[in-house]
C-alpha cells in the first residue's frame, strides 16, 4: 500500500499487504479531503502515482470527472467529499474519471467510508473503494445499439413479427402463451391493433378459446430449433407463411407474411392442370419437353400413364428412349428429331411404344422446336397420344370393311368362291397344329383326318382311313364310344377329355380331346380336335415336382426349426432354473444384479425364439388368431405396465391418446399387444430424449367390421427415408450402424407386418431424421359379441401360498422322467420343498416299468428323449389299467402348437413349455394334486 509516511497517522499501515492485492482502488483523504494512501489498484485505473496524488484534493480542478450523460462532475460532489461534510457513507456511485496515462475515461463505481477516531468519534477521515466498469460500460453502449438497430428493423419490417413468452401451469406444462410485442407490419398483416394484443394471452387476443400452434411453439422454445410451416388461420380467414425461432429460453418469435393471394393463385393454377390432366386422361394425349442441352426430358402425368412408369422416378431421358420403342421405330424417332433439329421443321409420327408390363401401344407422337432469344434452338416440345382403341377401331372397320367386300363376291360369284374358300379352309385345316378327325358314331371308322392328326399318330392319310378310333385310342372301344354318343345325343353335344393316343410304332402319348357329336338327318358323326399335350403334361410334372420339392424344403424348415427350439430351450430351461433357485440363496448385491442380467439375456433369447417360430407359422399357414373381445383400455394398461422400468431407466415420458372405438370388437387382443409391444419397445431403444405417445383411433367403419389404426410415436433418431421401404423386411434394420450401435435382429418389424396383414390391415412408418418417427398398423375388428367362455381344467396363476401347497402334495407320489441330466437336477430342485415322493426315470421305457411297478399321483413326462419317445410312453402307460387316469403332464422344449396336439392325442393331461417358469410348475402340479382321484 503506498502511503505518504511510514507509520501511518491513522494506524492502519499493519494492512498494506491485504490492500495491495485488492483488485479494488483504494484511496484514503484525511479529514482535509487530501489523498494520503492509494493501493496499486488505485494508480493503475486512475492512471496517476501516489505522488501525484498525495496532498491534492478532490476539488482541485485538475482532476477531470463527468456524470454517466456527460456533464461535468464537480469536486464538491464527489462521494468523498460528501463524506467529509456529513459523516455518512456513500454507495455506488458512477463517474468517468480521466486517465492521462490512457488519454481517455475511465468509467469506475465508486464508494465512500468515514473514518473515525476510536477515542472520541472524531472524523479522522475517508477511505474510498472503486472498481474499474469501463468494460460493462462499453458492453452497455454496443447493447443499446444492438437494441437501437432491433428497434430500427423490428418497426421497417415489411413482415409482421410478434415476441412471446410460454405460460406454464403448475406442473411445468405450457398451456398458453403471452404476447409481449409486435412490429406495425403485424397490424398491417392481421388487421389487429398492437394495444389490442401486447401483453395478453394468445388465447384471448386471438379470440379462439385456446392459445393458436401451442405444441409446435413451445417445441421450438424448448428445443431452439426453428421452424417453418404455412396454415390456414381460421380467425382471420386467411393463409400464412410463418418462421418460428427461439430469442431466449421460454421465448419464442414468430415471422409472418399474409400469403392468402399466393394460395389462392396456386389453387387455381392446380384446379387448371388438373382439368388439363382429366383433358389429356380422357384424350388418351400427354406433353413433353425435352431441354436439349441438358438432356432433360419433362412428362405430364398421362405420359406416365401411358407408360406404365412411376412419376417419382422422373422421365426417362432422350437417351434412354431406345428402351421406350420397337427398334426399327426408334431408328424413325431419331431422324425427324435430327431433322427437326436442323431445319426447324415439326413432325408428326406414329410409334409401338413398349409399356412396362411389356403391351405394345400405337400412338402418335407431334414434336415443334423452340427457340430462345437469339432464334437458337433450345427446346423440343409436342403431344404423345395412344391411339392403340383407334386403330383397333379401324383395324376392326377394315375387317368389316372386307367381310362385306368378301359377301359381295360371294353374292356376284358363288361357286368359284365356294371353290376357293373350301381349298382355303382345307389348307388352314392341314397346318392348323390341331388334330382333326371325323369318324362314325356308330362304327367309329375314321371318314376324314387332316394332316396333323396323320403327324401326330404315324400314319398316312390312307392307311389312317383303314382305321378305327379304338384302333388308336384303347380306352374308345365299340362299346364305350357308343355309350358316349348316347350320352352326348341326350345332354351336352360337346365332350372335352384328356386320354392317351397309340401311335403306329405302338408308342402312347398325351392328348386333350374335345369331341361334338354332329348330325344330319339320320346319320350321325362324331368330329374330334386332338391336341398334343406332351409338352404341358412334362410341364406339369416339373411343376408337381418343384411343388413336392417346396413343400418338402418347407416341411425340413419346419422340422430343424422345431428342432432348433427344442435344443434352445432345453439348455436355457437349465440357466432359467439354475437362476431361479440361486436366488433362494443369499446373495450379496452384485451376484443378484448378475443373475438379473443372465435372466434377462435368457428372456430376451427366448423371445427371439418365439419371433422366429410366429415367422415361421405365418409363412406356412399355421398361425391361427384368436377372436374374442377385444379391451383397448386393458391392453394400453399391460403396455403401461410392461414399459414403466424401461422409460422410467431413460426418464421418457409415456403419452397415451385414445379415441373412443365402437364397443364389442372381436380380433385377437394377445396378437394386438404383441404388436404394439415390438413398436413401443423398439421407440424407447432409439429414443434418448423426450416422449413416446401410444396412439388408437377407427380409422374406417366397414359396417360389420371396424379398421382401428395403432400408432407409436417417438422423438428419437429417425430413419432416413430411403431405408423405410425395406424396414419390414425379415433380418432387415435402419442400417449397419444401428446394429452395432443399438443390437436386434429385425424380426420385430416384419413380425408385426405379418400380424398386422393377418388381422386384415397393413403396417407401416413415417420417419424424420433427427426429429423422431410414427409406426403404424391396422386391424380389422369384427362387429360381434364372444360366445360365454367355456370352463376350462386349467390351473390357475395366483401366488401360491406355500404351505397351503406343501400340504396340497405331501406324501404325493410323482415320477419325473427327463433324459438330459441338468434339466432333470434342476426340476427335482424346484420341487424339492413340495413334500412330494419323487421317482426319476432318463426315458421312456424306464417310465413305463416304473409305472408297472408302483402307483403315481402325477406323471412329468419330457417328449423327446432316446430309447422311447413320450409319446410313446404315454400312449403305452394310458394302457396299464391302474394308470389310465393318472394326470401326464408334458413338460418339453417342443414348443409348435401341433406338439401340443399331439402331446394332448397321445392321452396327456396338460403342457408346459420349456424353459419353464417355477411358479407356473408349482401352479400346475398344485391344480393337478388338488383334483379329486376317480376314487373319491
Not at 231 to 254: D, K, M, Q, W
Not at 297 to 320: K, N
Not at 430 to 457: P, V
Not at 872 to 878: F, M, N, V
Amino acid at each position: 500500500m503506498s502511503h505518504a509516511s511510514t507509520d501511518g497517522p491513522f494506524g492502519y499501515p499493519h494492512s498494506d499487504l491485504v490492500l495491495d492485492r485488492l483488485p479494488l482502488g483504494v484511496v484514503f483523504q484525511d479529514a482535509q479531503g487530501e489523498i494520503r494512501v492509494a493501493n496499486p489498484a488505485a494508480e493503475r485505473i486512475l492512471g496517476l502515482s501516489l505522488d501525484q496524488m498525495c496532498g491534492v484534493r478532490l476539488i482541485d480542478p485538475r482532476w477531470r470527472a463527468m456524470h454517466e450523460d456527460g456533464s461535468p462532475f464537480p469536486g464538491e460532489q464527489h462521494p468523498a467529499m460528501i463524506t467529509l461534510r456529513t459523516g455518512e457513507p456513500v454507495r455506488d456511485v458512477v463517474m468517468g474519471v480521466f486517465n492521462p496515462q490512457h488519454e481517455a475515461y475511465t468509467w469506475i463505481k465508486i464508494g465512500t467510508w468515514p473514518v473515525r477516531n476510536p477515542a472520541g468519534g472524531v472524523l479522522e477521515g475517508v477511505y474510498a473503494f472503486f472498481e474499474d466498469i469501463t468494460g460493462q460500460k462499453t458492453t452497455q453502449q454496443q447493447e443499446a445499439v444492438s437494441e437501437a438497430h432491433f428497434h430500427t428493423v423490428f418497426a421497417a419490417m415489411s413482415e409482421g413479427l410478434a415476441l412471446h413468452r410460454l405460460v406454464y401451469d403448475n406442473t411445468g406444462h405450457p398451456v398458453d402463451y403471452r404476447i409481449l410485442d409486435v412490429n406495425p407490419a403485424f397490424t398491417t398483416q392481421t388487421g389487429l391493433a398492437r394495444e389490442a394484443v401486447v401483453g395478453r394471452l394468445g388465447s384471448e387476443a386471438y379470440g379462439t378459446g385456446s392459445a393458436p400452434f401451442l405444441e409446435r411453439y413451445a417445441q421450438v422454445a424448448r428445443t431452439g430449433q426453428a421452424q417453418v410451416f404455412e396454415h390456414y388461420f381460421e380467425p382471420l380467414g386467411r393463409y400464412f407463411h410463418i418462421s418460428v425461432f427461439c430469442p431466449a429460453p421460454g421465448h419464442f418469435g414468430t415471422v409472418f407474411q399474409d400469403i392468402t393471394e399466393r394460395k389462392h393463385t396456386e389453387a387455381s393454377l392446380q384446379r387448371q392442370r388438373t382439368m388439363l390432366a382429366r383433358t389429356e386422361r380422357i384424350a388418351h394425349v400427354g406433353s413433353w419437353e425435352w431441354e436439349i442441352s441438358t438432356d432433360t426430358v419433362t412428362w405430364s402425368d398421362e405420359l406416365f400413364r401411358i407408360f406404365q412408369r412411376d412419376p417419382e422416378q422422373g422421365a426417362p431421358s432422350y437417351a434412354e428412349h431406345p428402351q421406350l420403342y420397337e427398334p426399327e421405330d426408334m431408328q424413325r424417332l431419331h431422324a425427324v428429331v435430327a431433322e427437326a433439329l436442323e431445319h426447324g421443321t415439326s413432325y408428326t409420327v406414329e410409334l409401338r411404344a413398349i409399356r412396362r408390363d411389356g403391351a405394345i401401344r400405337i400412338c402418335k407422337a407431334h414434336g415443334e422446336v423452340q427457340r430462345d432469344t437469339d432464334g437458337r434452338i433450345t427446346h423440343l416440345i409436342g403431344a404423345f397420344q395412344d391411339i392403340t382403341e383407334q386403330k383397333q377401331a379401324e383395324a376392326e372397320l377394315e375387317r368389316y370393311r372386307q367381310e362385306l367386300e368378301s359377301l359381295v363376291e360371294q353374292r356376284t360369284a358363288a361357286l368359284q368362291q365356294s371353290n376357293d374358300q373350301l381349298a382355303h379352309t382345307q389348307f388352314a385345316i392341314d397346318r392348323a397344329g390341331i388334330g382333326i378327325a371325323w369318324s362314325k358314331a356308330d362304327t367309329g371308322r375314321f371318314i376324314y383326318a387332316n394332316d396333323e392328326i396323320c403327324r401326330q399318330l404315324g400314319y398316312t392319310h390312307d392307311e389312317l382311313m383303314a382305321l378305327t378310333v379304338s384302333d388308336i385310342n384303347p380306352e374308345f372301344s365299340p362299346a364305350a364310344l357308343r355309350q358316349l354318343t348316347a350320352e352326348m345325343r341326350t345332354g351336352d353335344s360337346l365332350k372335352r377329355v384328356e386320354s392317351v393316343h397309340r401311335r403306329k410304332d405302338q408308342s402312347i402319348y398325351p392328348v386333350a380331346l374335345t369331341v361334338y357329336l354332329h348330325h344330319v338327318g339320320d346319320a350321325e358323326w362324331l368330329i374330334a380336335f386332338t391336341e398334343d399335350i406332351t409338352a404341358r403334361k412334362a410341364a406339369e410334372a416339373e411343376l408337381i415336382q418343384a411343388r413336392d420339392a417346396a413343400e418338402s424344403a418347407n416341411r425340413a424348415k419346419s422340422a430343424f426349426l422345431a428342432n432348433m427350439s427344442h435344443e434352445i430351450r432345453t439348455p436355457l430351461n437349465a440357466v432359467l432354473g439354475m437362476v431361479h433357485l440361486m436366488r433362494q440363496e443369499t446373495l450379496i448385491p452384485a451376484q443378484a444384479k448378475r443373475l438379473d442380467k443372465i435372466e434377462v439375456a435368457g428372456r430376451h433369447l427366448l423371445d427371439l425364439i418365439n419371433a422366429v417360430l410366429d415367422l415361421s407359422k405365418i409363412e406356412s399357414d399355421k398361425l391361427t388368431l384368436d377372436e374374442t373381445e377385444v379391451h383397448i383400455d386393458a391392453i394400453m394398461r399391460n403396455l403401461v405396465a410392461m414399459l414403466s422400468d424401461r422409460l422410467s431407466e431413460k426418464n421418457l415420458k409415456l403419452r397415451i391418446q385414445l379415441k373412443a372405438c365402437p364397443p364389442d370388437l372381436l380380433g385377437d387382443p394377445t396378437r394386438l399387444q404383441q404388436a404394439l409391444l415390438n413398436y413401443a419397445t423398439n421407440a424407447i431403444k432409439f429414443t434418448k430424449t423426450g416422449s413416446i405417445t401410444l396412439r388408437v383411433f377407427p380409422e374406417a367403419d366397414l359396417g360389420d367390421s371396424v379398421v382401428v389404426r395403432f400408432e407409436v410415436e417417438d422423438t428419437g433418431i429417425g430413419i432416413a427415408p430411403e431405408r423405410l421401404r425395406c424396414l419390414f423386411t425379415e433380418f432387415e434394420q435402419a442400417d449397419t450402424s444401428i446394429t452395432r450401435r443399438y443390437g436386434g435382429t429385425g424380426l420385430g418389424l416384419a413380425l408385426t407386418k405379418r400380424l398386422a396383414q393377418l388381422m386384415g390391415g397393413e403396417a407401416g412408418a413415417i420417419s424424420t431424421p433427427d426429429v423422431g418417427s410414427t409406426f403404424w398398423f391396422t386391424a380389422r375388428l369384427r362387429r360381434g359379441k364372444a360366445p360365454a367362455a367355456v370352463t376350462q381344467d386349467a390351473p390357475e396363476f395366483e401366488a401360491l401360498d406355500r404351505a397351503k401347497l406343501t400340504h396340497c402334495c405331501a406324501g404325493r407320489r410323482l415320477l419325473l422322467v427327463e433324459d438330459e441330466p441338468i434339466n432333470r437336477e434342476i426340476t427335482l430342485e424346484l420341487i424339492a420343498d413340495l413334500g412330494l415322493q419323487i421317482d426319476s426315470a432318463e426315458n421312456g421305457a424306464e417310465a413305463l416299468e416304473l409305472v408297472r411297478q408302483h402307483l403315481y399321483d402325477l406323471i412329468l413326462m419330457d417328449m423327446q428323449m432316446p430309447v422311447m419317445d413320450g409319446l410313446e410312453a404315454t400312449y403305452r402307460i394310458r394302457r396299464l389299467p391302474e394308470a389310465a387316469q393318472v394326470p401326464i403332464i408334458a413338460m418339453t422344449a417342443n414348443a409348435f402348437a401341433e406338439d401340443r396336439a399331439r402331446c394332448l392325442e397321445a392321452g396327456m393331461n396338460d403342457f408346459l413349455t420349456k424353459p419353464v417358469k417355477p411358479e407356473r410348475l408349482t401352479a400346475v402340479i398344485r391344480h393337478w394334486l388338488s383334483r379329486p382321484t376317480p376314487d373319491s
